[in-house]
């Protein structure tokens, strides 16, 4: 007999809980290292900090995750031995083998749930909704924890020569509890995921001198490093933004009025702006707090969650549309009923 769902799956974000390093780095700290100022960094970002982990004290990508995890479970009235599943989204992970996912799911106890790492750069948690919300259809997952995690701070160079990628970016987890409900009506109604792979090179880590593309060259300190082009990730971005938010509200049948929320990846304040004047959005529609984390990858999407859950701004029946852009190069959305 077989077990699969036949018809829609309702599905509930349960628990939000998210992390960041004590750490704090202010712009004020980055001028001490390299030719850049405060109000340089807060014109062309609007980053005002960012938090880092201390790599030599042993943090990493899975103690961020495991404590939002956990804050998640607390947050759902859920204990870890109920997940079905772990989905980490990062492209930090510890190892290349194993997963980090699976050690989370080990040091929180979820007795053999299923486990695995999902890399999508700064789509990762969009894209990992997407992929928990299928694999929930079929009935074989009931509760699953979406993790968002990265630590960029470790491959990027705090040096004038590194400038542009130091000034970005900033390390934190964000982890959502997704469980299944009877209400058919919670849950995805329009999603998209897109790729364009011929602009890898436009934001990429060469780990050796073969990965470095044919218009770069070669430079030593930069393996293991975060290789950018910030002009073209720029330009893709702008353009990008609104045409996925356009082409999502025509799968649902719906126009930007009828979104409560776009929570949106937290790449640059320029962009940000960009995207809400295009679509005529208020403030209070379209959360920013790049100014306190910086670009946290795919733990950014669950960090502007986490705001507006906390202050208390996400109401059950709301629509939010979670929008994700970055190396790939990919972009995305997943537009939700709450």
């Given at each position: 007999m077989s077990h699969y769902q036949t018809g829609p799956v309702g599905v509930e974000i349960a628990g939000i809980g998210t992390a960041v390093p004590d750490n704090v780095v202010t712009n004020a700290d980055l001028e001490k290292v390299m030719d850049t100022s405060d109000e340089w960094i807060r014109q062309r970002t609007g980053i005002e900090q960012r938090h880092r982990i201390r790599s030599d004290q042993g943090e990493s990508v899975k103690h961020l995750a495991h404590d939002a995890v956990l804050r998640a479970l607390d947050a759902a009235g859920m204990k870890a031995d109920e997940l079905d599943l772990i989905v980490l989204s990062t492209m930090s992970s510890e190892m290349?083998?194993?997963?980090?996912?699976?050690?989370?799911?080990?040091?929180?106890?979820?007795?053999?749930?299923?486990?695995?790492?999902?890399?999508a750069a700064c789509c990762g948690f969009v894209f990992g909704l997407n992929t928990a919300y299928g694999l929930m259809q079929t009935g074989q997952y009931k509760n699953v924890a979406l993790i968002g995690a990265d630590t960029l701070t470790n491959i990027v160079e705090y040096s004038t020569k590194g400038r542009n990628g130091a000034i970005l970016f900033g390390d934190a987890a964000g982890a959502v509890i997704l469980r299944k409900t009877p209400d058919?009506?919670?849950?995805?109604?329009?999603?998209?995921?897109?790729?364009?792979?011929?602009?890898?090179?436009?934001?990429?880590?060469?780990?050796?001198?073969?990965?470095?593309?044919?218009?770069?060259?070669?430079?030593?300190?930069?393996?293991g490093k975060l290789h950018m082009n910030g002009h073209s990730v720029f330009k893709f971005a702008v353009g990008t933004f609104p045409l996925v938010i356009e082409q999502t509200l025509e799968r649902a049948g719906l126009s930007a009025d009828d979104v409560d929320h776009f929570i949106c990846h937290q790449s640059n304040r320029r962009i940000l702006d960009a995207a809400r004047n295009r679509f005529g959005l208020a403030e209070e529609k379209f959360h920013i707090n790049i100014q306190r984390y910086a670009n946290t990858v795919a733990a950014s999407v669950p960090l502007v969650l986490n705001d507006l859950v906390t202050a208390d701004r996400v109401k059950p029946g709301q629509r939010v549309m979670f929008v994700g852009f970055g190396g790939g190069l990919t972009w995305g959305t997943s537009l939700w009923q709450l």
């Open positions: 290349t083998c194993p997963p980090t996912a699976c050690r989370l799911a080990a040091e929180i106890g979820t007795k053999n749930a299923g486990a695995f790492d999902l890399s058919s009506d919670k849950g995805l109604i329009a999603q998209t995921m897109h790729s364009d792979g011929e602009r890898w090179n436009d934001l990429y880590i060469p780990e050796t001198k073969f990965d470095f593309h044919e218009g770069d060259t070669f430079d030593e300190w930069q393996l």
